[in-house]
């Protein structure tokens, strides 16, 4: 019988794959919603699934250790003693991937006293003496011993076990120098790290090989020992006892008495009906729809009947549900005129919840769109002054409900292109993002194969030109759109619901027009302040190099290193990979613990270089009109606050005279009067106030008291008028601090003041202010119970992590859980008030106009004549955003700048 005529049987090393699948795909992008890690099962089956759709095996089995104990262990007590604790993260994984194995029809083996590679070993000895083609897939090099003929090692390599190396004989010849069945007596001689097995010391694999070729095998290199010279044959003859041990562990068993025949194994149909439901728990769509497809075109591509762990262990049955196969997108038609009014009348019945719709946009422009019903779609070619396309821009600016995914860029497109727009009611993308707002979905074709389980069909990224047919178009965007909508909103909580009716979904063309509006920018000033940063920053340089006697490349950690540690003697700081920590945190440390003037300077020479790179990025960003665009990312951040790119604006230094000197640039255009910035006052504090309920917070807003001076008072024990400037620093710190979980430790260490003397100053804030105590213990409890926390309306944000039992995953998950209530309540009454503000202008017919939003600031364009009408508009919306227990205070100010405008 020919190689190809004979049954394939595929055996792979099950935890060895896991922990490879693990530590290759990031945690964090796979977790169920009730906080389950899923990344080795993804890896593990995803790779699982390759190997049925490309080598079609007849029969399979997968292999698991059943413990870390084993006949080696007893043998050899460090034997893998130097493996650490397994992750937190990968701990339950691998019974839920023997569930998923065991529910695709595979057989899974485990044994007691034995490893999997013992386990592999039996069934390539038993599937060669039976006839069979074997295929072994581990990550274990010890199983390279088994290679011959018959069967072959698939290794992955280090990017993980998407990519399978191939070992037949020649192959490991190729590599290793060596015939397969000599790598056990290489291992011994070199050693395994991994198994924390100790070879012989300064023999490396070279010159194990070289031995091998002289004397055949270890018990041929051991007999002529005496015949080895220099110190690699003294450390033979010395050591040969870890040679002898070594080969002993890491032969193989090839007769472990494991109670499987291999005609059990053969390969069946696929039962999806089994399968489905533990997909659905772990959220596995995309695997599930290949899963589906490889089922539907080869029905023979499953495994194994027994389904069962042999050796030990349950399969869990589940209620099965339908099939439903992927639909297809249904044709698109190219209706003009009467036809095409028609159609989206007759679609919007169909879809009262609204229709999807893509854009097709070229340079910035509409060029075309699709228009989507669950049933239906068609495609505009659109072209300006077409007559048959009213209809078309009558429906796109009226109020019939539109679906539109990842909406702001096409709705800023319309805009360019002089198409007005009404009827947004959903971006599937902001729901996504609410309801996953740590590991979000970026993409349409994300949340289509997260919620819907089908994949949105994607053009070649290496091809120039895209291949009609080969990528989805508009029409079949709008499609999946108009479909995904519904399957996410149901997914939402109500409150999550709300947040996105009320707050996301109106800020969307907010956000839009801004982005279009831009800022007037001064070129002349920045390129005046980049000169005189760089001039400072070389002038720091030179003053550094006298200060050590020599030029050294001040942004090179290594050359800083050998300048602070070794030529200066300076502390060492916190230990890194390639050292000691040079980041700006450390020296700042070092700089008040070791004041010394190179210190000094090179902090200095730090701050002019940051400073010169934001302003240079600055420059280069004022576009043809003479205004900067950034763009915001409304889903920048777990906790709803929005993000500024290309350029950043919210990384300008606050209170530094470089950065006042950088707001100077910005100015208000030649067609308005002037810029108006409106910032809330102490915003967190009084949600802290809101949210905590605590009497004396409330009394001090509700009384306009200069907050930090009456709690000063309070906590000191002395007038309001007594508290000194260090009293209200240091109450300020601590109020603030409190809220992002800050320490006794972190206290001191911020304020340089005692770690005793920290914990008493937080000790009297929480007596009289016992409430935020309350609260503070209370929040994080609360979300260990529910899973998330919530802001003042509604947004969720997961935190799996609270009940991990990896204390440093844990408790960075108390600290965000703290503040997050905070944050997010702080941003969702911005963002309320920035779409309240802009449909009061609106209403108003007013022509002035929002700018920028930075944190908890506004910037607006005031027009001529509009200064007292703005200002109203802007107080009593950005104060009205919410009703809390204290007032919310807005400052204003006005300018010819955002520097003069500062408040």
């Given at each position: 019988?020919?190689?190809?005529?004979?049954?394939?049987?595929?055996?792979?090393?099950?935890?060895?794959?896991?922990?490879?699948?693990?530590?290759?795909?990031?945690?964090?992008?796979?977790?169920?919603?009730?906080?389950?890690?899923?990344?080795?099962?993804?890896?593990?089956?995803?790779?699982?699934?390759?190997?049925?759709?490309?080598?079609?095996?007849?029969?399979?089995?997968?292999?698991?250790?059943?413990?870390?104990?084993?006949?080696?262990?007893?043998?050899?007590?460090?034997?893998?003693?130097?493996?650490?604790?397994?992750?937190?993260?990968?701990?339950?994984?691998?019974?839920?991937?023997?569930?998923?194995?065991?529910?695709?029809?595979?057989?899974?083996?485990?044994?007691?006293?034995?490893?999997?590679?013992?386990?592999?070993?039996?069934?390539?000895?038993?599937?060669?003496?039976?006839?069979?083609?074997?295929?072994?897939?581990?990550?274990?090099?010890?199983?390279?011993?088994?290679?011959?003929?018959?069967?072959?090692?698939?290794?992955?390599?280090?990017?993980?076990?998407?990519?399978?190396?191939?070992?037949?004989?020649?192959?490991?010849?190729?590599?290793?120098?060596?015939?397969?069945?000599?790598?056990?007596?290489?291992?011994?001689?070199?050693?395994?790290?991994?198994?924390?097995?100790?070879?012989?010391?300064?023999?490396?694999?070279?010159?194990?090989?070289?031995?091998?070729?002289?004397?055949?095998?270890?018990?041929?290199?051991?007999?002529?020992?005496?015949?080895?010279?220099?110190?690699?044959?003294?450390?033979?003859?010395?050591?040969?006892?870890?040679?002898?041990?070594?080969?002993?562990?890491?032969?193989?068993?090839?007769?472990?008495?494991?109670?499987?025949?291999?005609?059990?194994?053969?390969?069946?149909?696929?039962?999806?009906?089994?399968?489905?439901?533990?997909?659905?728990?772990?959220?596995?769509?995309?695997?599930?729809?290949?899963?589906?497809?490889?089922?539907?075109?080869?029905?023979?591509?499953?495994?194994?009947?027994?389904?069962?762990?042999?050796?030990?262990?349950?399969?869990?049955?589940?209620?099965?549900?339908?099939?439903?196969?992927?639909?297809?997108?249904?044709?698109?038609?190219?209706?003009?005129?009467?036809?095409?009014?028609?159609?989206?009348?007759?679609?919007?019945?169909?879809?009262?919840?609204?229709?999807?719709?893509?854009?097709?946009?070229?340079?910035?422009?509409?060029?075309?769109?699709?228009?989507?019903?669950?049933?239906e779609t068609i495609e505009v070619q659109w072209q300006a002054g077409r007559p048959e396309l009213e209809g078309f821009e009558a429906w796109l600016a009226g109020p019939a409900p539109k679906i539109v995914t990842d909406a702001k860029p096409q709705l800023k497109a319309l805009a360019r292109t002089g198409l007005a727009f009404e009827g947004l009611v959903v971006d599937p993308l902001l729901a996504g993002w609410l309801l996953r707002p740590n590991l979000q979905e970026k993409t349409l074709a994300d949340l289509v194969e997260r919620y819907l389980g089908e994949t949105v069909p994607q053009g070649d990224p290496s091809q120039l030109v895209a291949v009609e047919g080969e990528a989805a178009g508009a029409p079949e965007l709008a499609w999946y759109g108009v479909r995904l909508a519904p399957a996410v909103l149901a997914a939402l909580p109500e409150e999550g619901r709300s947040v996105l009716a009320d707050i996301e979904m109106p800020l969307v063309p907010v956000l839009a027009a801004m982005e279009l509006r831009g800022v007037a920018v001064d070129h002349a000033r920045l390129a005046e302040l980049s000169s005189g940063l760089g001039e400072r920053a070389a002038s720091l340089a030179a003053a550094a190099y006298a200060e050590i006697g020599r030029e050294v490349n001040l942004g090179s950690p290594k050359q800083l290193q050998e300048v602070l540690f070794d030529q200066l003697g300076m502390p060492k700081t916190r230990a890194t990979k390639t050292g000691y920590s040079t980041d700006a945190n450390a020296l700042a440390d070092l700089q008040d613990s070791n004041p010394?003037?190179?210190?000094?300077?090179?902090?200095?020479?730090?701050?002019?270089?940051?400073?010169?790179?934001?302003?240079?990025?600055?420059?280069?960003?004022?576009?043809?009109?003479?205004?900067?665009?950034?763009?915001?990312?409304?889903?920048?951040?777990?906790?709803?606050?929005?993000?500024?790119?290309?350029?950043?604006?919210?990384?300008?230094?606050?209170?530094?005279?470089?950065?006042?000197?950088?707001?100077?640039?910005?100015?208000?255009?030649?067609?308005?009067?002037?810029?108006?910035?409106?910032?809330?006052?102490?915003?967190?504090?009084?949600?802290?106030?809101?949210?905590?309920?605590?009497?004396?917070?409330?009394?001090?807003?509700?009384?306009?008291?200069?907050?930090?001076?009456?709690?000063?008072?309070?906590?000191?024990?002395v007038e309001p008028a007594d508290v000194s400037a260090l009293m209200r620093t240091k109450v300020k710190a601590m109020s603030y601090g409190l809220a992002y979980g800050l320490s006794a430790f972190g206290l001191s260490k911020q304020l340089r003041i005692e770690r005793a003397e920290a914990t008493q100053l937080m000790k009297d804030y929480f007596e009289r202010f016992g409430a935020v105590r309350d609260y503070l213990r209370g929040v994080v409890e609360q979300a260990r119970i529910d899973g998330y926390t919530e802001t003042i309306f509604g947004r969720r944000r997961p935190f799996p992590d609270l009940n991990s039992p990896n204390r440093v995953l844990r408790e960075n998950a108390e600290r965000a859980a703290l503040n997050s209530p905070i944050q997010g309540s702080a941003a969702d009454l911005i963002k309320l008030a920035m779409s309240r503000i802009e449909h009061a202008f609106a209403d108003g017919g007013l022509r002035s106009r929002m700018l920028l939003q930075v944190h908890d600031e506004l910037i607006f364009e005031v027009a001529d004549g509009e200064r007292d009408e703005v200002e109203a508009i802007v107080r009593d919306r950005m104060a009205h955003a919410a009703d809390l227990l204290v007032p919310l205070d807005v400052q204003i100010g006005r300018g010819a700048s955002w520097d003069d405008a500062a408040h």
């Open positions: 019988m020919s190689d190809p005529q004979k049954p394939t049987l595929l055996v792979i090393d099950g935890h060895s794959l896991a922990f490879r699948a693990f530590y290759a795909l990031p945690v964090d992008s796979f977790t169920t919603r009730d906080g389950q890690h899923t990344n080795a099962i993804h890896g593990f089956l995803s790779m699982l699934l390759l190997l049925l759709q490309n080598e079609r095996p007849t029969h399979l089995a997968v292999a698991f250790d059943k413990s870390r104990v084993s006949f080696r262990t007893r043998e050899y007590e460090d034997y893998k003693g130097n493996r650490g604790e397994t992750p937190a993260e990968f701990k339950g994984q691998v019974p839920l991937l023997q569930q998923a194995l065991q529910a695709m029809g595979i057989t899974v083996l485990e044994m007691d006293d034995f490893e999997a590679d013992d386990l592999l070993a039996t069934l390539a000895t038993r599937g060669e003496a039976g006839g069979y083609r074997v295929l072994l897939v581990s990550g274990d090099r010890d199983t390279i011993q088994l290679v011959n003929d018959e069967v072959t090692l698939l290794y992955p390599n280090s990017q993980g076990v998407s990519q399978l190396k191939r070992y037949d004989p020649a192959a490991v010849v190729e590599r290793y120098g060596i015939r397969p069945e000599q790598y056990p007596d290489v291992a011994a001689l070199v050693g395994e790290t991994s198994d924390n097995l100790p070879g012989i010391t300064k023999v490396g694999e070279k010159t194990a090989v070289k031995w091998l070729g002289l004397y055949g095998d270890l018990a041929g290199i051991l007999e002529h020992a005496d015949e080895i010279k220099g110190v690699a044959g003294e450390n033979l003859r010395r050591e040969r006892a870890n040679a002898e041990r070594n080969r002993r562990l890491n032969a193989l068993v090839r007769d472990v008495p494991v109670d499987v025949e291999l005609d059990s194994l053969e390969s069946k149909p696929i039962d999806l009906d089994a399968v489905r439901p533990l997909f659905q728990r772990l959220e596995f769509r995309a695997l599930m729809d290949r899963l589906t497809k490889l089922a539907q075109t080869d029905p023979s591509a499953a495994v194994g009947t027994g389904g069962g762990v042999t050796g030990g262990g349950t399969a869990t049955e589940a209620d099965a549900a339908d099939e439903t196969p992927a639909p297809a997108a249904p044709r698109s038609a190219r209706p003009l005129g009467d036809d095409l009014t028609a159609w989206l009348e007759r679609a919007q019945e169909a879809e009262p919840a609204g229709l999807g719709l893509h854009l097709e946009v070229l340079d910035g422009r509409v060029i075309g769109a699709g228009v989507a019903t669950r049933e010394h003037p190179f210190l000094g300077l090179l902090l200095e020479h730090r701050d002019a270089t940051k400073l010169r790179q934001i302003v240079d990025a600055l420059d280069k960003s004022i576009g043809s009109d003479g205004r900067i665009h950034t763009t915001y990312g409304q889903v920048g951040a777990a906790t709803g606050r929005m993000s500024s790119n290309d350029p950043n604006l919210q990384n300008i230094p606050i209170r530094t005279e470089e950065g006042r000197r950088i707001r100077e640039a910005f100015r208000h255009g030649d067609e308005f009067a002037e810029l108006l910035t409106a910032d809330y006052s102490q915003i967190e504090m009084r949600i802290m106030a809101h949210l905590s309920g605590d009497p004396g917070l409330i009394e001090a807003f509700n009384a306009g008291e200069d907050l930090h001076r009456f709690v000063g008072a309070r906590v000191f024990g």
